[in-house]
């Protein structure tokens, strides 16, 4: 059965930083094309950043150049540091996977599944 536990989050002041952890049990995260959203309080769901099977890694414009995503292969493990936080960064973070009869590995929010509980990041200003 394939699971996603994510963990990390917590509230910080603007400026700071957090890692964010994405446990997943029953697949390979290696072979999966995997995400990173956020859902902020009335507002829908959305893209934060994806990481394909070989370790290519794409961002919303909003993030780029503060948060990284990354892969621990050996232990099935998603990351997602987030650094430079804002308040407008404030919202609960999901990891999913990329359906795997889904070819390419997309910036998008369709085509995802198998989501966590979610963690929620809050950073005040």
């Known amino acids: 059965q394939v699971q996603l536990v994510e963990s990390g989050g917590g509230s910080v002041q603007a400026g700071g930083s957090l890692k964010l952890s994405c446990a997943a049990s029953?697949?390979?995260?290696?072979?999966?094309?995997m995400g990173w959203f956020r859902q902020a309080t009335g507002k829908e769901r959305e893209v934060v950043a994806i990481i394909d099977s070989g370790g290519i890694s794409k961002y919303r414009d909003s993030v780029k150049g503060r948060f990284t995503i990354s892969k621990d292969n050996a232990n099935d493990i998603l990351y997602l540091e987030m650094n430079s936080l804002e308040p407008e960064d404030t919202a609960k973070y999901y990891c999913?996977?990329?359906?795997?009869?889904?070819?390419?590995?997309?910036?998008?929010?369709?085509?995802?599944?198998?989501w966590g509980q979610g963690t929620q990041v809050t950073v005040s200003s």
């Open positions: 029953g697949y390979t995260v290696s072979r999966s094309c």
């Open positions: 999913a996977r990329r359906r795997p009869w889904l070819t390419t590995c997309t910036l998008t929010l369709n085509g995802y599944g198998d």
